[in-house]
Structures are given as structure tokens and as C-alpha cells.
């Protein structure tokens, strides 16, 4: 459930037994170019890491497979050893090929090795939170998740993640992870423009699970409407602050992970987010996916 925080817009939300701020961090956007290699400013990345830390936000997103290795090294250059309030949230089920593809990597071998990677790269002993990722670079694909969902469930009962996630999942998915362990979030594509998931994240708010939207911003390629630009206009506002405060608004489980690669991005968002938006402006931001 959602509490108030007094720093960060949003108040927090507990994943299991994880208090973290609703306001979180999403590292991604920390590696080189397509998420291949390391970034060009290295300082600046580590920079914006500290600066997550200093605002006062405890939830960063990332994988082992940005970069590859690249976030979760630089996560810890910054950050080990971290705060004990600093909960970091990593995902499995994907790697990197040469071309910069992300073939799926899911049989129970490909996850048990992809655990104890994010391990040795975030120098943790447990991981607080692992987002099983399903799907392709499409989107989410119908199929059972058992067989991988299982090896993470064992993995757990091994002591060795806290708390189960799914990510770019179909809402059958969802259901049948829920039908073989609690998960505690649910990490899928989803923005002001891109709404497939309105009534799974409904359904997730009466469970408790949070929904954690990638792509908050547009990803790779930012949202351009018109609609955003007028409400944005009057509010004297950026587009971004719009954004990001319209998905607080959306429901109390949906928790943030914004990407930017830049301090003042980082700090404008912040600021930004805690607008608030009327009646008016919902409506108006409502048709931006119709
Ligand atoms: N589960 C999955 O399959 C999956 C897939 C994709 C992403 N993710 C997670 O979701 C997180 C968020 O996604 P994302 O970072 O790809 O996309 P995003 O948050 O939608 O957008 C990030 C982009 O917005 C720009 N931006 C941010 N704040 C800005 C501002 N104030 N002004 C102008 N530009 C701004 C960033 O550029 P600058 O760097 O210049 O600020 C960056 O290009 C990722 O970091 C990752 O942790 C998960």
C-alpha cells in the first residue's frame, strides 16, 4: 500500500516487506548507445546514480544485460556499499547478442547463471527483487512461464532474491505466476500513449502488486502529442513533469522508473512530477490514447 513521503512526490509503496519510494530510478539509459557498451561520460553517469541516492530515491531498476554488465558496474562504483534503504531491482530472461539483439535466455540454466551474474556484478548477497522477463523486443507473447518462473521460485527458496516480479508480461501470465508464488510487481510497457494495460493495472491495485511502467517517457522515442503540448502549455510545465505526474495520478501501485542519463533531467522530473492535474487535464490527457 502507498504511504507519504515528505521528499519525493508520491510517497512510497511497499514491494513484500520493501519500503521504496514511488519516485524511483530506471539505469538503462546509463550505458553506451542502443544500451551496448559503456556510456561516453563515465563520471556524469556515476554522477546521476549519486544524485538518485542524494534525492532521496530508494528504487533502481536495471539488469545485468544493459551493456551488457555495464549499469550494474557502474551502480556499484557509485552506490556499493548502499544504503540500507536502497533497494535495487534487476530482471532475468534476456541477453545481449553482438548485433546489440536481446535474444531471450530462459531456460532454468540461462536464469540461475543470469541470478548469480547480477549478484557478482551488484556485489550482493541477495537480490531484492527479480523481474522475470518474458516476451521479445515486440512486446509480450503469449505462453506458460512455468518452467522459467519455477527456477526463480527455487532460487528464492534458496535465499538467494528476496521478492518475484514479471515483466513484459500478457495478463494470463501474470495470473499464472500468481497461481505458482506472490509476485510483487508487475514491470510492463505502458504511458500516457501506450494504455494496453488499464484494466491489469486495476486488477494489480486490489492485489497490492504494484505496476511498474518502462518506458514511462516514450523510451527511445519521446511522446509527442498534441494534447500533452497543450496541457503542458498551461500549466507551464515540461511535457516530461506532465507525464510522469499523470501516471502518479493513474493509480496508487503505479511506481515510476524514468530514465535520463543527466543530472538536470533527473532533478526537473523530480520537480515536475508532483503536479497536480485536474479533472480538465485528465480528460484531455484520456485522449491521447484513443
Ligand atoms: N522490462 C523491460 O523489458 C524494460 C524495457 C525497457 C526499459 N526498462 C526499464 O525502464 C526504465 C525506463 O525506460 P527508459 O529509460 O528506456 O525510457 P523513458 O524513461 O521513457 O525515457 C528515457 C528518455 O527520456 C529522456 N529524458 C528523461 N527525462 C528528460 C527530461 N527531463 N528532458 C528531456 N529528456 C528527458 C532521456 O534522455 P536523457 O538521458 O537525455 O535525459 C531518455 O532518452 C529503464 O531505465 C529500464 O530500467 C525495462
Known amino acids: 500500500m502507498s504511504t507519504p513521503s515528505l521528499s ?16 524511483g530510478y530506471g539505469a538503462m539509459q546509463l550505458a553506451g548507445p542502443w544500451v551496448m557498451g559503456p556510456p561516453d561520460d563515465r563520471e556524469g553517469a556515476l554522477a546521476v546514480l549519486r544524485e538518485a541516492v542524494d534525492l532521496g530515491i530508494t528504487h533502481i531498476d536495471t539488469s545485468d544485460a544493459y551493456g551488457p554488465r555495464v549499469t550494474n558496474e557502474l551502480i556499484r562504483e557509485a552506490l ?28 532454468p540454466e540461462d536464469l ?7 549478484l557478482n556484478s ?16 515486440e512486446g509480450p507473447q503469449p505462453g506458460s512461464l512455468a518452467e522459467a518462473f519455477e527456477t526463480l521460485v527455487e532460487l528464492q527458496q534458496q535465499g538467494l532474491i528476496r521478492h518475484l516480479g514479471v515483466s513484459n508480461a500478457t495478463e ?13 510487481c508487475v514491470q510492463n510497457m505502458y504511458n500516457l500513449a501506450h494504455r494496453h494495460d488499464d484494466k491489469l493495472i486495476d486488477r494489480l491495485a486490489t492485489d497490492d502488486v504494484a505496476y511498474v511502467p518502462f518506458f514511462p517517457l516514450g523510451g527511445f522515442t519521446p511522446l509527442q502529442s498534441s494534447a500533452l503540448s497543450a496541457v503542458a502549455a498551461r500549466l507551464k510545465a515540461t511535457q516530461m513533469s506532465v507525464a510522469l505526474a499523470w501516471l502518479l495520478q493513474r493509480s496508487p ?14 532533478r526537473e522530473n523530480v520537480a515536475g512530477a508532483g503536479l497536480s492535474l485536474s479533472h480538465e487535464d485528465l480528460t484531455e490527457l484520456d485522449d491521447i490514447s484513443r
Not at 494470463?172 to 510483487?184: F, K, L, M, Y
Request: net charge neutral.
Open 80 to 107: 556499493h556499499p548502499y544504503p540500507e534503504s536502497l533497494h535495487i531491482v534487476t530482471k532475468v530472461g534476456a541477453t545481449r547478442d553482438e548485433q546489440g539483439g536481446w535474444p531471450t535466455a530462459r531456460r
Open 122 to 137: 551488484l556485489r550482493l548477497d541477495v537480490l531484492d527483487l527479480v523481474n522475470l522477463r518474458l516476451g521479445n523486443a
Open 8 to 23: 519525493l512526490p508520491g510517497g512510497t509503496w511497499t514491494l513484500g516487506d520493501l519500503t521504496v519510494t514511488r519516485f
Open 253 to 266: 501501485n503505479v511506481l515510476l522508473i524514468p530514465g535520463t542519463s543527466s543530472k538536470e533531467h533527473l
Open 112 to 118: 540461475r547463471r543470469q541470478v548469480h551474474d547480477n
Open 172 to 184: 494470463e501470465q501474470v495470473t499464472e505466476a500468481q497461481s505458482i508464488a506472490p509476485i510483487v
